[in-house]
């Protein structure tokens, strides 16, 4: 694919540092074994931002730490000035971040609408329920027509736009995703960036997401990082780091 | 085949009772992945709680139905919290090796406190006839009132917010973490539930059968294969194994013999594992 | 004979095996160990008896009482110095057996046949000890008898009615002390047939005592010409049995019997409550004698018939005595099994006794075949041990009950034979 620079919009937000979502010297893994050896990352208001590396360097692990889902074992995780560390996930997500997991991420029983209705589980205003069901219909009117359609018998690509639709249910400030385009043919994947790139663009959500595909990745975010083994890597404006030769050689496939 | 509607009555009684120890696994299993080998004895310490219920306080198990399952809900929730939580996620080896101590420790505790002597509740015993069917009253109502309870069950998990937040861990744990639901509160909730099902089914069978303290396995090795059947974790696919399980137990002896019947559910097991490995209802665990 | 030198098992691993054995074994082990009075100098080494006993499982309810009968024996044993009835022996009076305190050595075996053969070889080989007593059941005693036969050890075994177990097997070191299964549900056929019922049903467990009863009851039916319209086996690990009991009334008999042990009993019975099913005759194996029968089922119990091998009411040596003593020490009239416990333990004490000797196993094994004797139990006689039913007991008797009201409270009446009733066999089952 080749460079679109003007896919992505300018950020919307302001460029203060540290004030949105700060992670600083994260260490976590699971049971005994360490697989986070001490990330730092930032994601900025309105910001798009990628992590790309190797499988197996850590990536998903590193979000599921960012939402709380394991424990962090050492450093600090802040939002909005608010420290998350000592936070259960349910709690994180009520700070106003959405989690979209790897994968078939949907409750393969239930139906569109009840998938939406879950996403609205801490929204306890029937109003605002009813209008980020709107929302979410209107972003994605695909979903629209089959409200009453259960997950498991929608196509990976359905799947992961009712994905994204529940997440966006709470009107988050922002949205992580694992992934997103994880077992998606090429069309599929334009057409989930475009999804996201509309996110960001028309709700004004920042986007922190971790892809295998470091090209697209790239192409459709303001900045990126680079992770390797558990540690930080390289760092810097996502179409600075296209250019950048190490990166290209490493994980762009020349 | 002589009497098929006597046939079929008395399947849907025993498949009745099934269900409620069989949802109750199933639903523990799909929230956690847990096999709970202790989930008879629940059944049998229901069974107890009513049966001591009648002998001192002349308590109807009708009754006695309410407090044992509130009893045993709270016995559910807090092993649970205490101790069966500590396994969750983690392999199944450990899990069943976890609720294979407890079974043991339930079942010879029991075995010291309510001694091995076999008891039973004799209420409602006189048979009614309808239809050509004839029946006692106890089995009559031990299948009313296990119908109101699933029902009740399904209702609950379709309808009120902790039932969503139940069926939404059992989905997906990820996803119902992500949607800010305290899986762990789900967990115990459902854990709590299973045990006040079992406990149910327990009082029923103290009417229409007879207790002792080992009674838990051999209720659990039959659910079991209803689970599995079903397909780990679908509560509907439990349902309806369970009265598959209860009608071809009937059927069977009476069509085949009584040594051949209690084969059938594994001759149905094997096919559906070898047409339909995930069960009647089941979604695949590795799509999960 | 290796040296009886104790070698203690290692139970401390955790593994799963000593998982089930710890949570139920040992503090019985440690229990019974506590009943030896203090009466015994330091240096008088305690006569180590083993057995196996279904104290979990199936058969947990019967075997548990088998246990209390051989705990009661060695308390009485190590107390008086006899057994009750038994004072006249020669070297008794002294505290224990042969002046040895006697320890009893008792595994569970979960009901499950392997499991005894297992803890049989374990209590012989690893635990080393001095004498043994038999498990409970036929199927259980069944599958012991070739270890015991190889370990060359005289044992007396309480409750196997089967006969199979012994005929022609010649077996040299194991005898019977329960009334043979051939002689179950006395009195059943003949009553059915001076009432003119035509048709029976036998249903029962398909396992080994079940078995042969049915077999011995499918030979009386036949000799006195009763018409068997329904003959069936059904798998052990069975919880409702309406199905077979529907079968039963399909198949138009006016008499049903068979089971197999207590469960059976109670099943088959509100099976049969439950479908409105009538027959004239309901008679049933084992639950019947016991009181759990009766306080489970209530009023459904009325009329219901079966045998016991024993009831508190009989008058052998000693019997009385061991009625209050049970009463005393655990509460409650004992039944059948607990006696059948004490009176086999009281036929290894009489063959040890009178061999004045606990290593001389042949001689022992000779007096204990060739003995003619009463227990608390029962009579006692086997076959000769160059017969080829060896073993097999000759003596025992065994009385049909009833269920039946008095003064408003449901009671076990004798109802057959003629010279042991004290009621009435009321005719048809109601």
């Known amino acids: 694919m080749a460079l679109e620079a003007d896919r992505v919009a300018p950020r919307s937000g302001d460029d203060a540092h540290g004030d949105f979502l700060m992670v600083e010297d994260i260490v976590s893994g699971y049971g005994r074994q360490e697989i986070l050896h001490g990330i730092s990352l930032e994601v900025r208001a309105g910001e798009i ?86 929302r979410a219909y209107e972003l994605i009117p695909r979903l629209a027509e089959r409200k009453r359609q259960a997950a498991k018998t929608m196509s990976g690509g359905e799947q992961q736009m009712l994905s994204i639709a529940r997440a966006l249910m709470t009107a988050p400030e922002l949205l992580i995703l694992d992934e997103p385009t994880l077992g998606l043919s090429p069309k599929l994947v334009d057409l989930t960036f475009e999804t996201i790139l509309e996110v ?55 | ?119 039973g509740i004799s209420y409602l015993t006189e048979p009614v006839t309808f239809l050509g069917v004839t029946m006692s009253q106890s089995y009559i109502v031990g299948f009313v009132l296990a119908l109101i309870l699933t029902g009740a069950l399904f209702a609950f998990l379709k309808f009120t917010a902790p039932g969503k937040a139940i069926r939404a861990t059992s989905q997906n744990q990820d996803v119902a973490l992500a949607c800010g639901i305290d899986v762990r509160r789900a967990r115990t909730l459902a854990f709590g539930i299973g045990a006040a099902l079992a406990a149910a089914a327990g009082t029923l069978i ?69 047409f339909r490995p995930s069960g009647l209802f089941g979604t695949s665990v590795a799509d999960r | 004979m290796c040296s009886r030198k104790y070698v203690p098992s290692n139970d401390t691993g955790l593994t799963r095996r000593n998982f089930i054995k710890t949570t139920g074994v040992v503090a019985i082990g440690t229990a019974i160990a506590g009943h030896i009075p203090t009466i015994f100098a330091q240096q008088k080494k305690p006569l180590r008896i083993g057995a196996s006993i279904s104290l979990t499982g199936k058969y947990a309810r019967s075997g548990e009482e088998q246990h209390k009968g051989y705990m009661l024996w060695a308390k009485h044993v190590n107390e008086l110095g006899h057994s009750y009835g038994k ?122 005592f079940p078995r042969n009863a049915a077999k011995a009851l499918r030979a009386r039916a036949k000799e006195d010409g009763l018409q068997i319209v329904l003959d069936t086996a059904y798998p052990v690990k069975i919880t409702d049995w309406t199905p077979i009991v529907q079968q039963v009334m399909n198949s138009g008999a006016t008499v049903l019997a068979g089971g197999g042990y207590l469960p059976d009993a109670i099943g088959i019975t509100r099976a049969t409550r ?68 004490y009176g086999a333990a009281q036929i290894l004490e009489e063959a040890v006794r009178r061999a004045g000797t606990v290593d001389d196993f ?4 000779d007096i204990m075949f060739e003995l003619k004797t009463t227990t608390v139990f029962n009579l006692y006689e086997v076959a000769p041990l160059d017969s080829p039913d060896s073993g097999l007991q000759l003596a025992a008797n065994r009385v049909m009950l009833q269920v039946q009201e008095a003064d408003g409270k449901l009671e076990n009446a004798v109802v057959y034979p003629d010279e042991a009733a004290n009621a009435q066999w009321i005719y048809p089952f109601q």
């Not at chain 2, 009648?54 to 649970?80: C, E, K, N, R, T």
């Not at chain 2, 080896?93 to 407890?102: D, H, K, Y």
């Open chain 1, 49 to 134: 931002v990628a992590i790309i590396g190797p499988n197996g360097c850590g990536k998903s692990t590193f979000l599921k730490a960012v939402m709380r889902f394991l424990p962090a074992w050492q450093g600090s995780i802040r939002f909005q000035g608010a420290d998350l560390t000592p936070l259960s996930p349910d709690k994180t997500v009520r700070r106003g971040i959405s989690f979209v997991p790897q994968g078939h991420a949907v409750f393969p029983d239930m139906t569109v609408d009840e998938h939406l209705d879950m996403g609205a589980w801490i929204l306890t205003d029937e109003q605002k329920k009813r209008t980020a069901r709107e």
């Open chain 1, 200 to 254: 960001n663009r028309r709700l004004g959500v920042a986007i922190l997401m971790v892809e295998q595909n470091a090209a697209v990745a790239l192409e459709n975010s303001h900045r990126g990082y680079v992770l390797e083994m558990g540690n930080n890597k390289y760092q810097g404006e996502s179409a600075e780091l296209l250019r950048d030769e190490r990166v290209r050689r490493a994980y762009l496939g020349g």
């Open chain 2, 1 to 119: 085949m002589d009497h098929p509607l006597q046939l079929l009555a008395n399947g849907l009684v025993v498949g009745a009772i099934y269900s409620l120890v069989a949802v109750g696994l199933s639903l523990v299993f799909g929230v956690m992945r847990v096999i709970n080998i202790a989930h008879g004895d629940f059944a049998m310490l229901g069974a107890y709680v009513a049966f001591f219920a009648w002998d001192w306080l002349g308590l109807s198990p009708l009754v006695s139905l309410l407090p044992a399952m509130a009893i045993l809900f709270l016995f559910g929730a807090g092993l649970q919290r205490l101790v069966i939580e500590r396994v969750v996620g983690r392999p199944l080896l450990a899990s069943l090796m976890l609720t294979f101590g407890l079974s043991l420790i339930i079942w010879n505790s029991s075995q010291v406190a309510f001694t091995t002597k076999l008891r």
């Open chain 2, 206 to 274: 103290s009417m229409t059968g007879f207790i002792y303290p080992y009674m838990g396995f051999e209720y659990l090795a039959k659910t079991f294969t209803i689970v599995v059947l079903g397909g780990l974790g679908s509560v509907a696919g439990a349902l309806v194994a369970a009265f598959a399980y209860g009608l071809l137990e009937s059927f069977g002896t009476a069509m085949l013999s009584p040594r051949i019947a209690p084969a059938l559910p594994f001759v149905l097991l094997i096919a559906i594992m070898i």
């Open chain 3, 87 to 208: 004072a006249d022996l020669p070297n008794s009076g002294e505290p224990g057996l042969l002046g040895r305190p006697v320890e009893l050595i008792v595994l569970d075996d979960r009901s499950d046949p392997t499991t005894g053969v297992r803890l049989y070889n374990e209590l012989i080989h690893s635990r080393q000890v001095d004498l043994l007593l038999g498990p409970y059941s036929s199927a259980v005693t069944n599958a012991v008898a070739p270890i015991i036969e190889n370990a060359q050890i005289p044992t007396p075994n309480p409750m196997a009615s089967s006969t199979a177990i012994w005929e022609g097997r010649n077996l040299q070191w194991q005898v019977q002390v329960q009334p043979p299964g051939s002689r179950r549900l006395p009195g059943l056929t003949q009553v059915a047939m001076e009432h003119g019922d035509e048709k029976i049903a036998i249903i029962y467990e398909d396992s080994e």
């Open chain 3, 274 to 341: 439950s479908l409105g099913y009538q027959p004239n005759i309901l008679s049933l194996l084992v639950g019947v004698a016991l009181p759990d029968y009766r306080d489970t089922l209530g009023k459904a119990a009325l009329t219901v018939t079966g045998d016991a091998d024993w009831t508190p009411n009989v008058n052998y040596p000693g019997a009385q005595k061991y009625v209050e003593a049970y009463r005393s020490e655990y509460g409650g009239v004992p039944e059948y099994h607990s006696a059948g416990g």
């Open chain 3, 362 to 365: 042949e001689k022992i094994r």
